[in-house]
């Protein structure tokens, strides 16, 4: 930040940080993303989840998934590689294992959810509205690493509009509609989710990619292909944030590549109202606690009362 | 499990491409169970950013150990470290090794490469003294052999070359000694995953129970992103499991090596 800070100084009652997702209000605009924190209860031990504005929970389909073949992952200059293949227990195996950690939390749970077809959406979407106690969904409709399903749902405006309006018929949970980044333009499918009901979107999921091992000619991922993910995303992100803000009004959480609150600003400034670190977890798992705290300090050395204020406050002129 | 920001207090050559690396750590070394692993920060690197895992070779007191192999870029970055430099650490981390109890089953030990670092807080806390099969390519790959001895256990060593103890593979000295007498063993291995598919297999055919030590490319450690997975049975079939939490150490019967890679 550009201003000196003294310690204590974060603190500011008349400072607002909190935003909301449809009904859902979250206490801050920092969320950790889906696949990258896995249920909850195994980052518990290295930080205070009630300190996180929420947290989304890894893919989950009705039946369990067994995922794909390894290796899963690969390091690029400034990011990642994985093709996981959404591996989970299941909606069941989920509520059996997870729920009653995830339940026990202040902050809300957002449930990512996804399916092979329109009737499964739907029926995944029921079972966690009936549930109690969600925070939210997130519909994965842009997995690149499944064959079918995932990513057809969200490269197809007519298919995703189907996916939309069927979990808005069941449920009545706030629905954050997470866009694929795979599409010439985000703008066509931002206006049909929103269309359709979605409360918000989710931009960005990862980018379809692949390296190769040059000793032994090989992909270095098993599935060939996978999704690109970390800080060398971030300004594409950015500039997706940038298009569907000017298209829709509902929120927007923006990701990919984020690594300190200055990152999860630029977000805020290009159209997000909130953001979710994902790829940064894993090498630092204080992440969205320190992006937390950057942001009050940004606020406050601008003299800004309001989080909401930063949101397309992008200057153009 | 914590997550730490560690002090080096030395970080030298051992042989060759070996370096030791001891970190103070008090409470990471105070948890530390045998065949548990670090998840290092090595801030060197800019665009390299995952943590690189590596096994708890020694536990004493205020400090950690870990006995690495240059092998690319995070392992040349952190040889270049030196003392009084930081890194933040995660550990210990996953599921480790059973201490053999007193008067059960005799533990024999088969390791590759820096599998012998991964072995040694398994030999040092086991009341059971056993044998250690310890094999390599050259002279060089042979690691921390006299810290074995010096807890009293035997050691064989093979390379490959034939530069330093027998000439041939490790499992070949493993086999001649279960052939002599197999009766109350029991292997524990680290190592290339040859040598462990080898491992299970003689296990198998000897009878013996083997419990080994897998590694997977790891993103987080700490069991949140599914990348380190292996396959392992189930009573209805087998399904994927993370090498960071249920493992790294596995039973070898439950592994699925049809399709373990
Ligand atoms: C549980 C566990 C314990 C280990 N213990 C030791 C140890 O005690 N001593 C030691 O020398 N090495 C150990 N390794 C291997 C060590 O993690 C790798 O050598 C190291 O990550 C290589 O990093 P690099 O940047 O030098 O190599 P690069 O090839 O540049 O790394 C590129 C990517 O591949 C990953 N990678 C490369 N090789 C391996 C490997 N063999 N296993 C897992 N990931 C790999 C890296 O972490 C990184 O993400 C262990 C691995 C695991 C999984
Ligand atoms: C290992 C891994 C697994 C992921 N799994 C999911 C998932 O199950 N569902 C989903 O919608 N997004 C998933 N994602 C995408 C992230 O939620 C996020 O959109 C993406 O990683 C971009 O953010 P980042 O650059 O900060 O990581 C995954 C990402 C990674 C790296
Ligand atoms: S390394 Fe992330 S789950 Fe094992």
Known sequence: ?317 | MVERTAQIISNERDTDAYFRLVLRAPEIARATQPGQFLHLRIPPLREALLRRPFSIFQANGETVSVLYKTIGKGTDALARMGAGEELSAIGPLGHGFTVPARGGETPLLVAGGYGMAAMYLLAERSPQKGMVFVGGRRRVDILCEAEFRKLGWEVRATTEDGSYGEKGMVTQSLLAELKRDSGKRKLFACGPTAMLKAVAKIADEFKVPAEISMDEHMCCGVGVCLTCVIPVKTASGWEYQRTCTEGPVFDSREVMWEVAR
């Open chain 1, 1 to 317: 930040m550009k201003c000196g800070m003294r310690n204590g100084e974060r603190e500011s009652p008349k400072m607002n940080l909190s935003v909301s997702i449809g009904k859902l209000t979250l206490q801050n605009p920092v969320m950790v993303a889906s696949g990258t924190f896995g249920y909850g209860a195994e980052y518990a031990r290295l930080l205070d989840l009630n300190q996180l504005g929420a947290v989304v929970v890894k893919g989950i389909r009705l039946s369990p998934v067994r995922g794909n073949p390894t290796p899963r992952t690969a390091e690029v200059t400034s990011g990642m590689l994985n093709a996981i293949g959404l591996q989970g227990p299941g909606v069941d195996g989920f509520i059996e294992k997870y729920w009653s950690f995830l339940k026990s939390l202040r902050v809300p749970a957002i449930i990512n959810i996804w399916g092979t077809t329109v009737e499964e959406y739907a029926e995944v979407a029921r079972r966690f509205g009936d549930l109690g106690g969600v925070g939210a969904l997130e519909l994965n409709v842009s997995c690149p690493n499944i064959k079918e399903g995932g990513a057809q749902f969200g490269t197809d405006p007519k298919l995703l509009a189907r996916v939309v309006a069927a979990c808005r018929k069941v449920t009545t949970l706030p629905l954050i509609t997470k866009l694929s980044p795979n599409v010439t333009s985000v703008v066509p499918y931002a206006l049909v989710a929103e269309a359709e009901g979605s409360d918000a979107l989710s931009i960005t999921n990862s980018f379809p990619a692949m390296a190769i091992d040059i000793e032994s000619r090989r992909p270095k991922l098993a599935n060939v292909t996978g999704g690109l993910t970390g800080p060398c995303i971030k300004p594409i992100a950015i500039k997706l944030v940038w298009d569907a803000r000017r298209a829709v009004k509902i929120p927007i959480i923006g990701m990919g590549g984020i690594q300190c609150a200055a990152d999860a600003i630029e977000f805020l400034l290009a159209g997000a109202n909130a953001v979710a670190i994902g790829t940064a977890n894993f090498y630092e798992p204080q992440t969205a606690l320190a992006v937390i705290a950057g942001i009050q300090d940004y606020l406050k050395c601008h003299d800004i009362t309001d989080i909401r204020e930063l949101t397309g406050a992008v200057r153009l002129s």
